[in-house]
């Protein structure tokens, strides 16, 4: 299996981004998928997820409320829009995925199998 991240950018507090992350050697189908970020300095962080069924989507406290998972069957890619954005949310996001993964472990990096290259994503203020 093999993730490309894209969408990552240069853009000012408050605009929104939409990243995309198209999978290749398999459908996105039943298929856990997951977004982390990692900020210079910092560990990497559990921004959102959708379970393999696609009915479940999480998202990390940080930004709930301003970022949306979503899954295109037809294009094998998920996406995660992202609003309001703050200098906070500067980081690399990583998107990752399993095929194997139980619902309680999708915000746990180390369950993941299959990573995408990171797309830089910077807000300035």
């Known amino acids: 299996v093999q993730l490309q991240a894209s969408g990552g950018g240069l853009v000012q507090a408050g605009d929104s981004l939409k990243l995309s992350c198209a999978a290749s050697?398999?459908?996105?189908?039943?298929?856990?998928t997951a977004w982390f970020r990692q900020a210079p300095g910092k560990e990497r962080e559990y921004v959102s997820a959708?379970?393999?069924?696609?009915?479940?989507?999480y998202y990390a406290d940080s930004v709930k409320g301003r970022c949306t998972i979503s899954r295109d069957s037809a294009k094998n890619t998920v996406y995660l829009q992202m609003d309001s954005l703050k200098p906070e949310d500067t980081a690399v996001y990583y998107c990752?995925?399993?095929?194997?993964?139980?619902?309680?472990?999708?915000?746990?990096?180390?369950?993941?199998?299959?990573w995408g290259q990171g797309t830089l994503v910077t807000v300035s203020s």
């Open positions: 990752a995925g399993s095929a194997r993964l139980i619902l309680s472990s999708l915000r746990l990096k180390n369950q993941y199998t299959d």
């Open positions: 050697g398999r459908t996105v189908n039943g298929y856990s």
């Open positions: 959708v379970f393999r069924s696609g009915s479940n989507k």
